[in-house]
Nanobody, 121 residues
Framework: QVHLVESGGGLVQPGGSLRLSCAPSEIIFSIDAASWYRQAPGKGRELVAT???????EYTESVKGRFTISRDNAKNTVYLQMNNLKPEDTAVYSCNADLSGPHGDKYYEYWGAGTQVTVSS
């Protein structure tokens, strides 16, 4: 069964950068719209950034100017470039996406397992 695979998390010092990646586990599926969410310890899940099929993007206020969501359709991958990271960005980051199958069939609200981002000195 197809799922999303995330990578790129880790430990970084404040002011540092990380790039997260998200791709379907099977190459026959392509990403339509995708979002990155995060959940910090003891807090609810927060929508961080969204990119739709034609490339429009939206961000939550706290990451504007620091994070960039993008897509590489040739690689069927969505990225989240995170710059100037702050301790309050520490969370598990998860990818959520709508997919298209090889015959144009649609699949909605698929999730990855999440990747830990820790910002600490």
């Amino acid at each position: 069964q197809v799922h999303l695979v995330e990578s790129g998390g880790g430990l970084v010092q404040p002011g540092g950068s990380l790039r997260l990646s998200c791709a379907p586990s099977e190459i026959i599926f392509s990403i339509d719209a995708a979002s990155w969410y995060r959940q910090a310890p003891g807090k609810g899940r927060e929508l961080v950034a969204t990119i739709v099929s034609h490339g429009s993007t939206e961000y939550t206020e706290s990451v504007k100017g620091r994070f960039t969501i993008s897509r590489d359709n040739a690689k069927n991958t969505v990225y989240l470039q995170m710059n100037n990271l702050k301790p309050e960005d520490t969370a598990v980051y998860s990818c959520n996406a709508d997919l298209s199958g090889p015959h144009g069939d649609k699949y909605y609200e698929y999730w990855g397992a999440g990747t830990q981002v820790t910002v600490s000195s």
